[in-house]
C-alpha cells in the first residue's frame, strides 16, 4: 500500500524558532510537493520537486526552504516561524508525466507557532 | 495566470438527495482535471481525473464528474449522498507536468 509520512501530525513553536517538517513517501516517486492549506484559502503551493537535489519554488516560497537530499524524503524547513505561518501543511508525491496530477497526500502536519 | 475556481464554499444535502458541486478552470488549453476529497481528519483522496476522451469521468465512491469545454467546467457529481459523503471537496487542474493548481474547495454537509 502506498504511503506518504509526515514526521509530526501536531507541532507547537514559537516565534522564532526554526521548524523542520519532514516528509517520507515509499513509491519511489521523484516528484515531491508542499502545499499549506488554510481555511477558505484551499491549498497553496509552497515548494515542489521534481528529482534529488532539485527544488522550485511555488506559489508562496516566502519564509520557507526545503531539502531533498535523498529521492524519497522532502523536508519544509521554516527558518524562524511566525505566527502567520500557523497552518496545515500536507506533503504529497507523484510520478512525472500524466500522473502528476495523481497526487499521494500525507495526513498533515497541523502547527501552531505562538 | 491559470486559475480553478469553486464557486460554492459550502453547500447543504439531504442524505438521499442528489449533489452537484461546481468547478469552473482558467487555462490556455484544456488542463488535466481532478477532483479530491478531504474527509475530517484525513488527508486527501483523489475521486477521480479528466485527461481526455469520454467527457463523463466515473470515480469512485460512486462520485461521476463532466467536462464541458464550452463552459470550462468539471463539475462532480452524485445521485444519492450518503452521510459518509460529508467532507471538503477540491477540485484541481495542471497542464502537463506542472504542479497541480487548487480550487478553494467546498465543504459538504449531509443532514438527515
Known amino acids: 500500500d502506498v504511503k506518504v509520512t509526515q514526521s509530526s501530525r501536531y507541532l507547537v513553536k514559537r516565534t522564532g524558532e526554526k521548524v523542520f517538517l519532514e516528509c517520507v513517501q515509499d513509491?519511489?516517486?521523484?516528484?515531491m510537493f508542499w502545499y499549506r492549506q488554510d481555511p477558505g484559502l484551499g491549498l497553496r503551493l509552497i515548494y515542489f520537486?521534481?528529482?534529488?537535489?532539485?527544488?522550485e519554488k511555488g506559489d508562496i516560497p516566502e519564509g520557507y526552504s526545503v531539502s531533498r537530499e535523498k529521492k524519497e524524503r522532502f523536508s519544509l524547513i521554516l527558518e524562524s516561524a511566525s505566527t502567520n505561518q500557523t497552518s496545515m501543511y500536507l506533503c504529497?508525491?507523484?510520478?512525472?508525466?500524466?500522473?502528476?496530477?495523481?497526487?499521494?497526500f500525507g495526513e498533515g502536519s497541523r502547527l501552531t507557532v505562538l | 495566470a491559470q486559475s480553478v475556481t469553486q464557486p460554492d464554499i459550502h453547500i447543504t444535502v439531504s442524505e438521499g438527495a442528489s449533489l452537484e458541486l461546481r468547478c469552473n478552470y482558467s487555462?490556455?488549453?484544456?488542463?488535466?482535471l481532478f477532483w479530491y476529497v478531504q474527509s475530517p481528519g484525513q488527508g486527501l483522496q483523489l475521486l477521480l481525473k479528466?485527461?481526455?476522451?469520454?467527457?463523463l469521468v466515473q470515480g469512485i465512491k460512486g462520485f461521476e464528474a463532466e467536462f464541458k469545454r464550452s463552459q470550462s467546467s468539471f463539475n462532480l457529481r452524485k445521485p444519492s449522498v450518503h452521510w459518509s459523503d460529508a467532507a471538503e471537496y477540491f477540485c484541481?487542474?495542471?497542464?502537463?507536468?506542472?504542479?497541480?493548481?487548487f480550487g478553494k474547495g467546498t465543504r459538504l454537509s449531509v443532514i438527515a
Open positions: 487555462y490556455g488549453a484544456t488542463p488535466y
Open positions: 504529497a508525491s507523484t510520478i512525472p508525466g500524466h500522473g502528476a496530477g495523481e497526487l499521494f
Open positions: 484541481a487542474a495542471s497542464s502537463g507536468n506542472t504542479p497541480l493548481v
Open positions: 513509491m519511489d516517486h521523484e516528484n
Open positions: 520537486s521534481y528529482d534529488v537535489k532539485m527544488k
Open positions: 479528466y485527461f481526455s476522451g469520454d467527457t
